[in-house]
Each structure stands twice: as structure tokens, then as C-alpha cells.
T-cell receptor, first 113, second 111 residues
């Protein structure tokens, strides 16, 4: 009965590199949400996806960030040309339907050198 | 835009004492959540409050919701060291599934 899985748990990138963060939702869940937590702050919504569709990306920065949730495989949050300000913990959550409670994964802690 | 405010931001308590964390939100909401986060860890769901007057209790923690005042409280009774953590409230809007989080309350229980 695996919960939400995220990998890697820790990721170090140099400025200008790409970061790929993966999220596998709980079994039976088809709704995925990505949140970012900057140090000493609360979580901020980034994007909400269903299989093959982006439903709400109002929290995504306009440049360098993209997300997908393909028909097969995990959801991926991609950050191109990372900068130091991208250093944060990125959490994925999943739910069975849009009305159900979200369950959070362990997070990926991104450090940009 | 939905805003969620918590206070206090930092709280040091002695073991055995009682205290309350407050969560105010700015617009009508479907649900209110309380989460616990330990340093470097993910969020642990504590309570989901769905309706006005809802009260839930688990151990030394009790959460309540007043939708008319747009206020939720998390009450800690006879605090113990294990409760030291950061506590977040979060709210979702009608028809908008993204959660809006409060700033968090960092709770430290002093022996």
C-alpha cells in the first residue's frame, strides 16, 4: 500500500543545469498537485494535473518551469537552467478525484550551487 | 485571492501547558486542513474540517472550525516534547482544488 512516491529525495544541480523531479501518485489516484516550499515558508501551489492534462498552472513561474503527467509513468516537474532561487523542497500530492483529500509525498529537496 | 494567516509564527511552550494556534482565511472555503511537519520531512495530515462548528480531537490536539468567522483553531492540551514541530493550516476554495497554506507555526516544547 505505497503512498505517494517522489524521486530523487535530494537533488543537487549547478546553475544552468536542468532538474527533473518525479512523482508517482498513490494507486488509484489520477490527480497530481505540485507545491514548492522555500526555506522557512509555507507550501505554495504550482500546478495541478490530471492524466495527460494540465488543469491549473496558475502557480507556475512563466519561464523555465514545466510539468507533465503522461498516460503512463510518473508526473514530472522540469526546471530548466536552474538558478539559486530555485533551491527549495518540492512536494507532490495526489488525490482520487478533485473533491478528495490530497496526500503528500516525501518531497524532493533541490539545491542549486 | 485567498489568503491564509496563522498566528503566532513562533511558539515556545513549557511541557504541561495549554495553548492555541489560530488560522484565519479570507474567503469562503470548502475545507480546512491541519498538517504537521517535522524538520526535513513531509506533511502529516492531522485533521480535515468540513463544516461550520466541526470539532475533531486526536490525543492532545483538538481542531475546530468557525466558517462564519473564517477561523480555525488548533488547541494543544498538556503539551509534551513530541509535539514540537511546525504546524500548517491549509484551505481550498469552492471549485478550485489547490490548497492555500498558512505561513506555519513553529512550536517548540521546552521541558
Amino acid at each position: 500500500n505505497a503512498g505517494v512516491m517522489q524521486n530523487p529525495r535530494h537533488l543537487v544541480r549547478r546553475r544552468g543545469q536542468e532538474a527533473r523531479l518525479r512523482c508517482s501518485p498513490m494507486k488509484g489516484h489520477s490527480h497530481v498537485y505540485w507545491y514548492r516550499q522555500l526555506p522557512e515558508e509555507g507550501l505554495k501551489f504550482m500546478v495541478y494535473l490530471q492524466k495527460e492534462n494540465i488543469i491549473d498552472e496558475s502557480g507556475m513561474p512563466k519561464e523555465r518551469f514545466s510539468a507533465e503527467f503522461p498516460k503512463e509513468g510518473p508526473s514530472i516537474l522540469r526546471i530548466q537552467q536552474v538558478v539559486r532561487g530555485d533551491s527549495a523542497a518540492y512536494f507532490c500530492a495526489s488525490s482520487a478525484t478533485r473533491a478528495h483529500e490530497q496526500f503528500f509525498g516525501p518531497g524532493t529537496r533541490l539545491t542549486v550551487l | 485571492e485567498l489568503k491564509v494567516e496563522q498566528n503566532p509564527l513562533f511558539l515556545s511552550m513549557q511541557e504541561g501547558k495549554n495553548y492555541t494556534i489560530y488560522c484565519n482565511y479570507s474567503t469562503t472555503s470548502d475545507r480546512l486542513y491541519w498538517y504537521r511537519q517535522d524538520p526535513g520531512k513531509s506533511l502529516e495530515s492531522l485533521f480535515v474540517l468540513l463544516s461550520n462548528g466541526a470539532v475533531k480531537q486526536e490525543g492532545r490536539l483538538m481542531a475546530s472550525l468557525d466558517t462564519k468567522a473564517r477561523l480555525s483553531t488548533l488547541h494543544i492540551t498538556a503539551a509534551v516534547h513530541d509535539l514540537s514541530a511546525t504546524y500548517f493550516c491549509a484551505v481550498d476554495n469552492f471549485g478550485n482544488e489547490k490548497l492555500t497554506f498558512g505561513t506555519g507555526t513553529r512550536l517548540t516544547i521546552i521541558p
